[in-house]
C-alpha cells in the first residue's frame, strides 16, 4: 500500500488499478467479523481497506450494483472486529501485520484514511465464487450468532511460494465460532523448523494424502476444474484435481443443505489401488466421540476467537479407519497450541467419504440423526435434520446402482432433499443417466 501511494504521488504510476481485483477479493473472501483466513503462509488477518478506500473513490465495484469501491471498503474495516489483534498487541507486542518491527502501520492508518467515505456494504450475493479458484458459501454478508455460516472452499492453482499442501482443503466457521480450520502459517516465523515439519504439510490441513503424497505436489499454474449447482434449499460445488500418483483423480464436492449444514463427498479413481488418508480439524475445541466410530462431537469455549458453539461430525468412509490425533495450531502470530484433529485412513481407497457437518450453538438440540445405508461399492447416507430428509449416495464412476427409500440412480452422485410432508425439495444428479425420486414414503 506504501509503495502504490508513492508511485502515484510522486511518479505518477498509478497502479491501483490494476490491484483493484485484490481488494475486492479480501472483501469476498472475508468472514463474518471481518478477518482473512490464516491459509498458505498468513495467520488470521482483519481488513484493513480504508488504507486504500481514497483511491477508489471513482471506481464502480462487482461487489455493489452502484456504490463506489471506496465505499465497499470503508464499509469492510467498520465492520471488522480488531479485538482479537488489539489483544494480541498488547499482550506480545506484535500487530497485526507479521512485521511488527519493521512496518510504519500507524503512519500509513493516518496518512491514508478519509473519514468522510461512507461505508455501504455490499449489495451481490453472499456467497462468492472467485476464478482463483476459491469459493465462499455464506449466509449473509453481515451474520453473528447462531445462524452464521461461512465456508472456504480453498481449490486454487499449487504456487511455487509460500505454497502449503492443502489442495482442495476448507474452513468452516459457524454459530460465531471458527470451528474446521486451517493449522495456520507457522509459530512465530518463516525460518522455524515446525512450519516445514508441520504447518505446510497435507495433515496440517482438511485434505487428502495419496499414497502419502499431496495432490498436485508441484507448482502447476492449474486451477482445478469447478462445477456448480444452485437452487433454493441446496448449493453445491465440486472441485477436480488429476495431479495425483498413479493417474488418478480426486473430485471434492462441499453441499450446503437448508442454509444450516454440510456434507463433504470425496470420490477417488485411479488406475490402481491406492491408499487414501485425510484429516479433518476441528480448531481450538475438545474432541469426544459420539456414536458408533463414525461421530464425533466438537466442544468449543468462549473465547477471544468467538462464541461456546459445538459441531457434531460424521465420516462414514467404508474400509478407513478415523483415529484421534494432536497437531498444531497458530491463528494469530505467538498463540499456538495442540489440539485434537481426525485422521481417516484406507489401505486401499474403495467406496467415497461421506463428511456431514452440523454446526450450532452450545445448546442445540435440533434432532439430527446420519445413517449409514452403504452398501458394497456405493456410500449412502440418510439424514433427519428436524422433520426434513436427505439422501446422499456416491460411487466411483457411474452404472453402479442405488435402489430404496424412494430413489432409484446410477448417478456417481445423486442428492434428494424431502420437506417435512414428504414433499420433494431438492434432486440432484451428477453423472449416470437416471434419478428417480418419489414424495416421501416410510421405508425408513
Known amino acids: 500500500v506504501p509503495f502504490l501511494y508513492h508511485y502515484r504521488n510522486v511518479s505518477g504510476v498509478d497502479g491501483f488499478a490494476a490491484f483493484q481485483p485484490v481488494f475486492e477479493t479480501m472483501v469476498a ?16 488477518r482483519p481488513t484493513p481497506t480504508h488504507l486504500v478506500a481514497e483511491a477508489y473513490r471513482a471506481s464502480p465495484t462487482r461487489l455493489h450494483s452502484s456504490a463506489s469501491l471506496a465505499e465497499v471498503l470503508m464499509w469492510a474495516y ?35 484514511w478519509d473519514p468522510s467515505i461512507q461505508p455501504v456494504a455490499p449489495d451481490v450475493a453472499p ?14 454478508w453481515e451474520s453473528a450468532g447462531p445462524q452464521q455460516r461461512y465456508l472456504l472452499f480453498h481449490g486454487v492453482a499449487v504456487a511455487d511460494n509460500h505454497n502449503h499442501h492443502d489442495q482442495l482443503s476448507f474452513i468452516l466457521e459457524a454459530a460465531g465460532q471458527m470451528m474446521c480450520s486451517d493449522s495456520g502459517y507457522s509459530r512465530g516465523t518463516y525460518s522455524g523448523p515446525e512450519r516445514k515439519a508441520w504447518y505446510v504439510t497435507p495433515a496440517a490441513h482438511n485434505t487428502l494424502t495419496f499414497d502419502g503424497e499431496p495432490a498436485s505436489p508441484r507448482a502447476s499454474n492449474v486451477t482445478p476444474a469447478s462445477v456448480r449447482h444452485a437452487e433454493p434449499g441446496l448449493l453445491l460445488e465440486t472441485k477436480t484435481t488429476t ?20 456434507v463433504v463427498v470425496d470420490r477417488v479413481e485411479a488406475e490402481e489401488p491406492m491408499a487414501v488418508q485425510g484429516s479433518l480439524h476441528g480448531g481450538r475445541g475438545t474432541l469426544e466421540p459420539a456414536g458408533d466410530g463414525k461421530a464425533f ?10 462464541s461456546a458453539a459445538r459441531l457434531r461430525t460424521w465420516i462414514v468412509a467404508p474400509g478407513a479407519d478415523t483415529v484421534v490425533r494432536q497437531g498444531e495450531l497458530t491463528y494469530i502470530k505467538g498463540d499456538y497450541a495442540q489440539y485434537p484433529y481426525l485422521e481417516t485412513s484406507a489401505a486401499s481407497f474403495g467406496a467415497p467419504w461421506i463428511t456431514v457437518l452440523k454446526p450450532g450453538p452450545a445448546d442445540d438440540a435440533m434432532p439430527f440423526e446420519v445413517v449409514d ?28 446402482n442405488f435402489h430404496g427409500h424412494g430413489i432409484e440412480t446410477d448417478a456417481s452422485l445423486a442428492i434428494v432433499r424431502w420437506g417435512n410432508e414428504g414433499q420433494l425439495l431438492n434432486r440432484f444428479r451428477d ?14
Do not use: M
Open 297 to 306: 462431537l466438537w466442544k468449543y469455549a468462549e473465547d477471544r476467537y468467538g
Open 431 to 444: 453423472g449416470g443417466t437416471t434419478l428417480r425420486a418419489a414424495e416421501w414414503t416410510k421405508l425408513d
Open 29 to 44: 473472501v472475508r468472514n463474518s467479523r471481518g478477518w482473512l483466513p490464516n491459509i498458505e503462509d498468513s495467520y488470521i
Open 373 to 400: 445405508l452403504s452398501d458394497g461399492a456405493r456410500t449412502s447416507v440418510l439424514i433427519r435434520a428436524g422433520g426434513e430428509r436427505v439422501l446422499v449416495t456416491a460411487a466411483n464412476g457411474e452404472a453402479v
Open 78 to 112: 467498520e465492520t471488522c472486529d480488531f479485538g482479537p489483534f488489539d489483544e494480541e498487541r498488547e499482550r506480545s507486542g506484535f500487530n497485526y501485520t507479521g512485521a511488527s518491527w519493521d512496518y510504519p502501520l500507524e503512519i500509513d492508518e493516518l496518512l491514508t
Open 243 to 262: 495431479e495425483l500418483p498413479k493417474h488418478g483423480r480426486w473430485s471434492r464436492t462441499v453441499c450446503r443443505v437448508a442454509a444450516d449444514y454440510f
Open 127 to 140: 456467497d462468492q465464487f472467485l476464478e482463483g479458484g476459491q469459493s465462499v458459501f455464506r449466509d449473509a
